[in-house]
């Protein structure tokens, strides 16, 4: 059985970060362990939270998997919360790598054309750095200008700009890049991704549903990093990811009094499974 290691914060209430990534990537059949940034209460889209920051812990952490001769066959990041934790990660990357390990970021720090509270451009730009050294990263448009410090794209773009878009990604350092939340088309969204190594543009739509919520990107990358490990090629990896958070999307809506703070990924598993085999 394959290891990866998720490494974002964890919410004990709300459905991100690692409270998605854990669940997602086990049900896929990959162990994995988990290196927690912080500890919040709850995710910040409830009115207030408590907050604990583990940053002093994760040296400490690592040290001791060192000592024990863990290794990982994939690292994934999420949503970070310093530069101190980006320069981390870059250590784990670089101390952890082997060939065959794929590398997967989510540069989590933005949407809507606003970066989240706390961060600002010379984050974004270091963020940049850390993509950098990813074997595939997929930030959405927000993510994607304030990176590359170019004008954030909002609704208004053409397929031949998102492709120009992903070809100065792949240019921080990373092979592969994907961008999330792409509309071309009234009433769809998906993703499209460019692989430098070949040339390859891959991308796929389903439904946009009418409706925004908390951790979906989430759910996203953790079904991709899960299908990538498992062996899916890029195109069938997008797929089952976009798939199944629009079906995650359609369980949480199909009943009255549904969560507000997430979308009910558990009751989409089966179908996960079902894609993950084809």
């Given at each position: ?264 990924f558990e009751s989409s598993t089966p179908l996960l499974l079902k894609l993950l085999?084809?």
């Amino acid at each position: 059985m394959k290891r990866v290691l998720s490494i974002q914060d964890i919410s004990c209430v709300g459905k991100c970060s690692l409270t998605v990534a854990l669940p997602i990537i086990s049900a896929a059949g990959i162990e994995t362990a988990i290196l927690p940034t912080a500890v919040l209460s709850n995710h910040t889209a409830f009115t207030g939270f408590s907050f604990r920051d583990l940053t002093d812990d994760i040296e400490v952490i690592v040290d001791h998997w060192k000592k024990e001769n863990i290794t990982f066959d994939g690292i994934g990041t999420g949503y970070l919360g310093s530069f101190r934790q980006i320069e981390l990660v870059e250590k784990i990357f670089d101390e952890f790598h082997h060939d065959g390990m794929l590398r997967f970021v989510d540069p989590a720090m933005g949407d809507n054309g606003k970066l989240y509270v706390g961060f600002d451009e010379d984050f974004a730009r270091r963020m940049g750095k850390l993509c950098g050294k990813a074997d595939i990263i997929v930030p959405n448009l927000t993510e994607a200008a304030f990176m590359l410090g170019e004008k954030y794209l909002a609704d208004n773009y053409s397929a031949d700009e998102i492709k120009e878009l992903l070809k100065r990604l792949c240019q921080l350092g990373s092979p592969v890049a994907a961008l999330t939340g792409i509309s071309l088309e009234p009433g769809r969204c998906g993703v499209m991704a460019y692989d430098s190594r070949s040339g390859e543009y891959f991308e796929y739509y389903s439904e946009k549903l009418p409706v925004s919520f908390h951790g979906t990107g989430d759910v996203f990358s953790s079904a991709c990093f899960a299908a990538l490990m498992r062996g899916q090629s890029l195109d069938k990896a997008l797929r089952t990811a976009v798939e199944y958070t629009v079906d995650s999307i359609r369980q949480t809506i199909s009943y009255d009094g549904h969560n507000w703070y997430g979308v009910d990924f558990e009751s989409s598993t089966p179908l996960l499974l079902k894609l993950l085999d084809e």
